[in-house]
């Protein structure tokens, strides 16, 4: 299959109030040549999050309050394998997770799809080409990228990044998924220590730039918290 065609692959959008960057996602995910299915989970948005999305052209299911992001990931691969199951298909999709506030790079994802479709890879992590200055200062992305090569023996670059494509097969394996922020270093390392090919990507996606503010270290403070339970069982 040629690089770029995502035939066979359903993208994965967990989301909560990211009205203002949705659409432009949806729209760009859409765009990937193949994709004819992509799921957003509003993981109980207070805004238009949601409704935004349908209107972009995604299927949408909501959680009436917020679960976290691991569990709106499981959300939106178990609406996907009903849907497979519903049209009878004999593969089931790839997964494709992005985040919602990709905004239009998500059309440029379709790099980070091709080992898995070429199955060369069982699960492929995105390295943004171009990183943002961002306002934390790597407490979190040093603490898994340290604990996923103490549990493994390797340090992928951007342990925590989001974009992330993998087989059904390597899903269902890595379940259950850890809770919150820690669904990333949990994934690297179950599918390695289970013997899963797990490669990186350099893609030309983007997304926005954590700040400064107290909401912005409060939601560090979570996934610090998320990271460390995620390895605390994982020695």
Same mark, same amino acid.
């Given at each position: %299959?040629?690089?770029?065609?995502?035939?066979?692959?359903?993208?994965?959008?967990?989301?909560?109030?990211?009205?203002?960057?949705?659409?432009?996602?949806?729209?760009?995910?859409?765009?990937?040549?193949?994709?004819?299915?992509?799921?957003?989970?509003?993981?109980?948005?207070?805004?238009?999050?949601?409704?935004?999305?349908?209107? +972009?052209?995604?299927?949408?299911?909501?959680?009436?309050?917020?679960?976290?992001?691991?569990?709106?990931?499981?959300?939106?691969?178990?609406?996907?394998?009903?849907?497979?199951?519903?049209?009878?298909?004999?593969?089931?999709? $790839?997964?494709?997770?992005?985040?919602?506030?990709?905004?239009?790079?998500?059309?440029?994802?379709?790099?980070?799809?091709?080992?898995?479709?070429?199955?060369? +890879?069982? %699960?492929?992590?995105? /390295?943004?080409?171009?990183?943002?200055? !961002?306002?934390?200062?790597?407490?979190?992305?040093?603490?898994?990228?340290?604990?996923?090569?103490?549990?493994?023996?390797?340090?992928?670059?951007?342990?925590?990044?989001?974009?992330?494509?993998?087989?059904?097969?390597?899903?269902?394996?890595?379940?259950?998924?850890?809770?919150?922020?820690?669904?990333?270093?949990?994934?690297?390392?179950? !599918?390695?220590?289970?013997?899963?090919?797990?490669?990186?990507?350099?893609?030309?996606?983007? $997304?926005?730039?954590?700040?400064?503010?107290?909401?912005?270290?409060?939601?560090?403070? $979570?996934?610090?918290?998320?990271? +460390?339970?995620?390895?605390? /069982?994982?020695?």
């Amino acid at each position: %299959m040629s690089a770029g065609s995502l035939d066979g692959v359903a993208v994965i959008i967990p989301a909560r109030n990211e009205a203002d960057r949705i659409a432009a996602t949806v729209t760009g995910a859409i765009a990937l040549a193949g994709v004819s299915l992509v799921v957003v989970v509003d993981d109980g948005s207070g805004d238009a999050t949601g409704a935004i999305a349908r209107q +972009a052209g995604a299927i949408v299911i909501r959680h009436a309050r917020n679960r976290g992001k691991a569990a709106a990931m499981q959300t939106g691969a178990s609406a996907a394998g009903l849907i497979d199951q519903r049209e009878r298909r004999e593969h089931p999709r $790839h997964l494709l997770f992005l985040d919602a506030d990709l905004g239009e790079s998500a059309a440029r994802a379709a790099p980070l799809a091709d080992p898995v479709i070429a199955g060369t +890879a069982d %699960m492929t992590i995105a /390295v943004f080409a171009t990183t943002v200055k !961002l306002g934390g200062h790597g407490l979190v992305v040093g603490l898994s990228g340290a604990g996923i090569r103490r549990a493994v023996g390797w340090q992928p670059v951007q342990p925590l990044n989001g974009q992330r494509c993998l087989t059904r097969a390597a899903f269902e394996a890595a379940r259950p998924l850890a809770r919150g922020w820690g669904v990333e270093t949990a994934l690297t390392i179950d !599918l390695l220590r289970q013997g899963f090919r797990v490669t990186e990507v350099e893609v030309e996606l983007a $997304h926005r730039a954590t700040g400064t503010g107290l909401r912005a270290q409060l939601h560090r403070a $979570h996934q610090l918290a998320d990271v +460390a339970r995620a390895l605390a /069982v994982r020695p």
